[in-house]
C-alpha cells in the first residue's frame, strides 16, 4: 500500500480538464510544500511536470498546474491531449524514515 | 543534453548479489545529489536511496537498509548500488534520478535496468 493515495484511473476528453488527487497526512503532504508530479508514458522513465507543489520545470506545458490544500495536493490538466495519456506519481518529502514518498499512480485516459 | 544510463541489471538467485551502475552525462555530475528509485513490474515507483554530491549524507529506504549500498565516483560521474542479500520483493526496473537540488524532487531519470530475483 502507498504512503500517498491518488485514484487509479481518471478519463477526460481532449480539451476537457481533468484533476488527479493526492492525499497523504501532515507528515508529508500537509507539512511541507515538497510535491511533485511525474508523467510516464508506457515503457518510458518517469518526467517531471510539477516540483514544489505548484512550480512547472522549464519546457512543460502551462497546461499542467499544481496546489495543495492541506492534506491533499492536486494536478489539473487543462485542454486535455492525446498525449497526455499516461500514468502520473505524486510524490512528498516526508518526516518518516523514507524521506521520498510517492503514490500509487493514476492511469489517465483521454477518451 | 543530460543522459543517465544505467547498466548491471539481470537475473539473480534470492540471497545473490548485484551490482548497479549509472553513468551520467551533460551536467557537473559533482555539484549534484543523486538517487535511485524503482519500480515492480506493473507497479508504482519507490524511492530506494540518496547520496548527497561529496558522499557526505546517504539515506536509504527502511526496505532496503543494512542490504543496499549507495556510492558515487565524481572522477567518473558515475554513481553505484551495491544490492546483496536480495529478495524476491526487490526486482523492480532500477532507475538513476539526478536530484533537482531541493524539495526532493527528480528533474531527470534514465531509462532503468532491470532486476529479477529468482530461483
Known amino acids: 500500500q502507498s504512503a500517498l493515495t491518488q485514484p487509479a484511473s481518471v478519463s477526460g476528453s481532449p480539451g476537457q480538464s481533468i484533476t488527479i488527487s493526492c492525499t497523504g497526512a501532515s507528515s508529508d503532504v500537509g507539512g511541507y510544500n515538497y510535491v511533485s508530479w511525474y508523467q510516464q508514458h508506457p515503457g518510458k522513465a518517469p518526467k517531471l511536470m510539477i516540483y514544489?507543489?505548484?512550480n512547472r520545470p522549464s519546457g512543460v506545458s502551462n497546461r499542467f498546474s499544481g496546489s495543495k490544500s492541506g492534506n491533499t495536493a492536486s494536478l489539473t490538466i487543462s485542454g486535455l491531449q492525446a498525449e497526455d495519456e499516461a500514468d502520473y506519481y505524486c510524490?512528498?518529502?516526508?518526516?518518516?524514515?523514507?524521506?521520498?514518498?510517492f503514490g500509487g499512480g493514476t492511469k489517465l485516459t483521454v477518451l | 543534453e543530460v543522459q543517465l544510463v544505467e547498466s548491471g541489471g539481470g537475473l539473480v538467485q534470492p540471497g545473490g548479489s548485484l551490482r548497479l551502475s549509472c553513468a551520467a552525462s551533460?551536467?557537473?555530475?559533482?555539484?549534484?545529489?543523486m538517487n535511485w528509485v524503482r519500480q515492480a513490474p506493473g507497479k508504482g515507483l519507490e524511492w530506494v536511496s540518496y547520496?548527497?554530491?561529496?558522499?557526505?549524507?546517504?539515506y536509504y529506504a527502511d526496505s532496503v537498509k543494512g542490504r543496499f549500498t549507495i556510492s558515487r565516483d565524481n572522477a567518473k560521474n558515475s554513481v553505484y548500488l551495491q544490492m546483496n542479500s536480495l529478495r524476491a520483493e526487490d526486482t523492480a526496473l532500477y532507475y538513476c534520478a539526478k536530484y533537482r537540488g531541493s524539495g526532493w524532487s527528480f528533474d531527470y531519470w534514465g531509462q532503468g535496468t532491470l532486476v529479477t530475483v529468482s530461483s
Open positions: 514544489d507543489v505548484s
Open positions: 547520496i548527497s554530491s561529496i558522499s557526505s549524507t546517504i
Open positions: 551533460g551536467f557537473t555530475f559533482s555539484t549534484y545529489s
Open positions: 510524490s512528498s518529502y516526508t518526516s518518516s524514515n523514507t524521506l521520498v514518498v
